[in-house]
């Protein structure tokens, strides 16, 4: 069965600094989201991406946040300068096309920020 | 803001039995709704959807829909141990995006 691949699986930054995660999405997928949840808590929406731009965002999504998806099959987070509130699982998701709502979550990254 | 609400459990049920899952959800416009099980420190796993009143079952699992309550209801029968894990009511009220509880904590004692 396809799956949606997350790289790195776990990742431990200093504080301030950069981050990027790493998604592959299923490949004839065209709609591709990012999550996260801290710990303990909810799975919250943070962006979602289509035909290569925002189609919407969070309030959580602000400027240190940012996506792209720079080659035909990469979807990335990056985080410009972390906080230790930004500690939490992020899971990537794609879908086939507006409508087909079975979302494919991938393994998720575990961000600490220390 | 719209919001979706689970009694986060845990709850707890012997082995055999039926475990009942409620949801109710704020928002009047939602079309689509979706139940996911996560293990521990795992990532959602869709096990349900359901977009129309009544009842689907599939499997050990049924899902109920009444959009006039505004609620939606999972049971899973002859509950397994490796039934153990949280269940996240999410809901789609417009767009794409998913809107999650904050999931129910079942445990299945053998």
């Known amino acids: 069965e396809p799956e949606v691949t997350q790289t790195p699986s776990h990742q431990v930054t200093q504080m301030g600094q950069e981050v990027i995660l790493r998604c592959v999405p299923i490949s004839n997928h065209l709609y591709f989201y990012w999550y996260r949840q801290i710990l303990g808590q909810k799975v919250e929406f943070l962006v979602s991406f289509y035909n290569n731009e925002i189609s919407e965002k969070s309030e959580i999504f602000d400027d240190q946040f940012s996506v792209e998806r720079p080659d035909g099959s990469n979807f990335t987070l990056k985080i410009r300068s972390t906080k230790l509130e930004d500690s939490a699982m992020y899971f990537c998701?794609?879908?086939?096309?507006?409508?087909?709502?079975?979302?494919?979550f991938g393994s998720g990254t575990r961000l600490t920020v220390v | 803001q719209k919001e979706v609400e689970q009694n986060s459990g845990p709850l707890s049920v012997p082995e055999g039995a039926i475990a009942s899952l409620n949801c109710t959800y704020s928002?009047?416009?939602?079309?689509?709704f979706f139940w996911y099980r996560q293990y521990s420190g795992k990532s959602p796993e869709l096990i349900m959807s359901?977009?129309?009143?009544g009842d689907k079952e599939d499997g050990r699992f049924t899902a109920q829909l009444n959009k006039a309550s505004q609620y939606v209801s999972l049971l899973i029968r002859d509950s397994q141990p490796s039934d153990s894990a949280t269940y996240l009511c999410?809901?789609?009220?417009?767009?794409?995006?998913?809107?999650f509880g904050g999931g129910t904590r079942v445990l299945v004692k053998p």
């Open positions: 928002d009047r416009g939602s079309q689509s």
């Open positions: 999410a809901v789609i009220a417009a767009g794409n995006k998913l809107t």
């Open positions: 998701a794609s879908i086939p096309g507006q409508g087909v709502y079975g979302y494919t």
């Open positions: 359901i977009y129309s009143n």
